[in-house]
């Protein structure tokens, strides 16, 4: 906007007196930052989709209490040890948004809430060392989260008057919602022990999580942007979980029973230390 220069200097007068009017001056009077990636004191709707890898670390055991067995460890067997997170889940995906606010032509402060979801892989199978020849297939229900954050980022100056990178962090919380799994134990002499009915895998619980991302946005037009974001963000994972497995099998084949064989095993599943996740999407941001 072209204003004569004694209107320029009342307003220079009036914008020194008054820090309320900080965003009106970068409008009106720096007219050197044209490729400013933010408008100071606007408020944005950000909506995003994409995938979202994830890592286990510090995985435990999936372990039986096994009285009837004298083995060298005791009464408490490793079966096997739980294996990274794409053993046993597809790629997740991620939907979110966000609301944000312009502290200045550069710094964006803004709430964000995802939503996502991983769909298991079927009959993951593992071999159990302590009973040679036995094998157990796990089928676990899907992975879900939903997460909250407060975040900050810092957009750097657009070039050519459209793109901007920005970097920035974020700190909140995450929900993991409950995992049921159904478990077939493959015996030799005894034939396949399955559950009676699904039971807990993991419990839900809701952990801290926070991280930091790194992102390009791409201006369509003069409210709208096209955002592409990669955030790694860290938080610890599902803690452990003991769960009485009802057991069922074949008639006739333990101790000559004619009836179904029915039992109860004490399973100990190990927590999970951490998950880190690499969520990777792209959104639309519209700002007013």
Request: proline share 6%; with cysteine.
């Given at each position: 906007m072209f204003l004569p220069?004694?209107?320029?200097?009342?307003?220079?007068?009036?914008?020194?007196?008054?820090?309320?009017?900080?965003?009106?001056?970068?409008?009106?009077?720096?007219?050197?930052?044209?490729?400013?990636?933010l408008s100071c004191g606007s408020f944005d709707l950000q909506v995003h989709a994409g995938v979202a890898p994830i890592l286990w670390r510090n995985r435990g055991a999936f372990q039986a209490v096994v009285c009837e067995l004298e083995l060298?460890?005791?009464?408490?067997?490793?079966?096997?040890?739980?294996?990274?997170?794409?053993?046993?889940y597809r790629t997740?995906?991620?939907?979110?948004?966000?609301i944000g606010y312009a502290l200045?032509?550069?710094?964006?402060?803004?709430?964000?809430?995802?939503?996502?979801?991983?769909?298991a892989k079927s009959d993951v199978l593992f071999d159990v060392p302590f009973i040679p020849g036995e094998t157990v297939i796990l089928n676990l229900e899907k992975y879900k989260t939903i997460d909250a954050y407060?975040?900050?980022?810092?957009?750097?100056?657009?070039?050519?008057?459209?793109?901007?990178?920005?970097?920035?962090g974020k700190i909140g919380f995450m929900h993991h919602k409950k995992i049921d799994?159904?478990?077939?134990?493959?015996?030799?002499?005894?034939?396949?022990?399955?559950?009676?009915?699904?039971?807990?895998?993991?419990?839900?619980?809701?952990?801290?999580?926070?991280?930091?991302?790194?992102?390009?946005?791409?201006?369509?037009?003069?409210?709208?942007?096209f955002v592409v974001t990669l955030d790694v963000v860290a938080n610890c994972g599902f803690?452990?979980?003991s769960v009485v497995a009802p057991l069922t099998g074949p008639s006739g084949l333990l101790h000559n029973l004619a009836a179904p064989i029915v039992a109860e095993t004490q399973?100990?599943?190990?927590?999970?230390?951490?998950?880190?996740?690499?969520?990777?999407?792209?959104?639309?941001?519209?700002?007013f």
């Open positions: 220069l004694h209107k320029r200097l009342l307003l220079s007068i009036l914008l020194c007196t008054s820090p309320q009017l900080s965003c009106f001056q970068s409008s009106y009077l720096d007219t050197s930052n044209d490729n400013s990636p060298p460890t005791g009464p408490v067997a490793t079966a096997f040890d739980l294996p990274k997170f794409s053993t046993f997740p995906w991620i939907v979110g948004g966000q200045d032509d550069n710094l964006r402060i803004y709430l964000e809430a995802n939503y996502l979801q991983s769909r407060f975040g900050t980022r810092y957009y750097f100056n657009r070039w050519c008057d459209r793109a901007s990178l920005f970097l920035g799994f159904d478990f077939v134990a493959n015996v030799p002499g005894v034939g396949s022990l399955r559950l009676a009915a699904p039971i807990s895998f993991y419990t839900s619980n809701t952990v801290v999580s926070g991280g930091f991302n790194i992102g390009l946005d791409y201006l369509i037009c003069s409210c709208v942007s803690r452990h979980n399973l100990i599943i190990g927590g999970i230390g951490s998950e880190i996740r690499f969520p990777i999407t792209a959104g639309i941001r519209y700002s």
